[in-house]
């Protein structure tokens, strides 16, 4: 079978380009793919090429599919995984697979399984490690953003506290404590501030920061104050363009915070973080740097006097998936709320590369239609000569300007395929 990809060669080298499958063994899987958000994990790889830690040294003369938070159906099934699904059930896939201790990954290691294409392989390594998902869902989309939602769900996870005179840590955020999230409105930290709120357990106080006035006000519309109090959450929200890092101390009752998320890679903002860590406070580096050199000052002061520490996750687990897959079937968890972009697999290589510049939230794929990328909030105005943005202009206001399952249907009804 033809399928249409993709492909990494080299640092900043992404083609969109048709070629032949190999025919499955017993051991895998044929699959066709429709919907992938990308990730800025692309971005970084594609920049990066072959030194990437996940991409193949000989990226050159052995091309990689990009894209790994995809969602798609099954179409034929090798013998010995047939057990696992068949053909027409819907799945998503966990990357980390962490294969024999391999780093190799869906969207950077493989040639035939990726996220932005129209049909791959799924190998027999996927299946092996538990991290190929069946999906029940409605929606191919909810499927695709379950990665980025379980990195979330994988952050609260890895962060720990400690009590005097034990060595056992407890796993997970403080269970009504006070929790701050730094460059927080980006489509990572909207993700955050949603699962925060809806999860098992949450903190007492929630602070968000950001410098973009116009980000703050749509995390405060999506997620409003009066909702978080129903929640148990007491949430603010503060430009730290106009208030200082005092004013953030003091909203803890200056005793600082027990947990703190770093959602940009920004030297002020870790040092900002590590500066209102509160006694056995537990600073979560979120966002990876593409700078192999990034450093900051952390005091150690604090290291040793107050039990301060630092913990980062690049990624969520399985059981994060599957926590975040059921969170969002009970409806607790909204990801259209990331979403701000959509567009068709011919304008991945261009918006990969540009994505670290392009404005907005999360940039949502559907790898079988042709068409540029689109911000949602352009709906309205491009329907005034095209009757399909039209209609998905009157979906999505039905929705409170987000992405909805009647939005993807509509889309690939009528949208043009990849041809």
């Not at 403080?174 to 993700?191: D, I, R, Y």
């Not at 150690?300 to 059921?326: I, P, W």
């Not at 972009?341 to 042709?370: A, F, M, R, S, W």
Request: aromatic residues 10%; proline residues 5%; charged residues 25%.
């Amino acid at each position: 079978m033809k399928t249409k990809a993709v492909r990494l060669y080299g640092k900043s080298d992404l083609r969109l380009e048709e070629f032949e499958l190999p025919e499955i063994t017993d051991d895998e899987m044929l699959a066709k793919v429709v919907s992938d958000s990308l990730c800025m994990s692309s971005y970084k790889a594609a920049l990066q090429g072959g030194d990437h830690k996940r991409v193949p040294d000989n990226v050159a003369e052995n091309p990689v599919i990009i894209g790994h938070e995809f969602c798609g159906e099954v179409v034929k099934a090798g013998k010995n995984v047939a057990h696992l699904a068949k053909p027409g059930d819907k799945f998503t896939v966990q990357p980390a697979m962490f294969y024999k201790g391999s780093l190799e990954a869906p969207g950077y290691s493989y040639p035939f399984y990726g996220g932005d294409a129209t049909y791959i392989i799924i190998p027999s390594e996927a299946f092996e490690t538990d991290c190929f998902l069946k999906y029940d869902g409605e929606a191919f989309y909810h499927g695709s953003l379950a990665e980025p939602m379980s990195c979330i769900a994988g952050g609260a996870h890895v962060n720990y506290h400690t009590k005097f005179g034990s060595y056992v840590h407890e796993m997970g955020i403080k269970e009504g404590g006070k929790m701050a999230l730094l460059a927080g409105v980006g489509p990572m930290g909207l993700g955050t501030i949603d699962y925060a709120l809806h999860a098992s357990r949450k903190p007492a106080l929630l602070v968000v920061t950001d410098i973009d006035p116009v980000r703050l006000a749509r995390a405060e519309a999506l997620f409003t104050i009066e909702e978080a109090k129903k929640q148990g959450v007491e949430l603010h929200y503060v430009n730290t363009a106009e208030k200082d890092e005092a004013y953030v101390m003091e909203l803890s009752g200056g005793t600082g915070y027990d947990d703190v998320y770093v959602m940009a890679p920004v030297k002020p903002v870790v040092e900002m973080g590590d500066n209102i860590l509160g006694m056995d406070g537990c600073l979560n580096f979120f966002a990876g740097p593409t700078n192999t050199e990034f450093k900051a000052e952390f005091n150690f002061y604090d290291v040793h006097y107050a039990a301060t520490h630092v913990c980062s996750n690049s990624g969520g687990n399985t059981q994060d998936m599957r926590e975040v897959l059921k969170m969002m079937g009970e409806g607790r968890l909204e990801p259209s709320v990331m979403i701000t972009h959509v567009g068709g697999l011919n304008c991945v290589p261009e918006v990969t590369l540009k994505l670290h510049d392009i404005p907005g939230g999360k940039k949502l794929i559907y790898t079988q239609i042709d068409m540029p990328l689109t911000a949602i909030d352009d709906f309205a105005e491009l329907g005034k000569t095209d009757a399909m943005f039209a209609e998905l202009a009157k979906i999505v206001e039905r929705s409170n300007g987000l992405w909805s399952a009647e939005a993807e249907r509509y889309l690939l009804k009528n949208a043009k395929p990849i041809g």
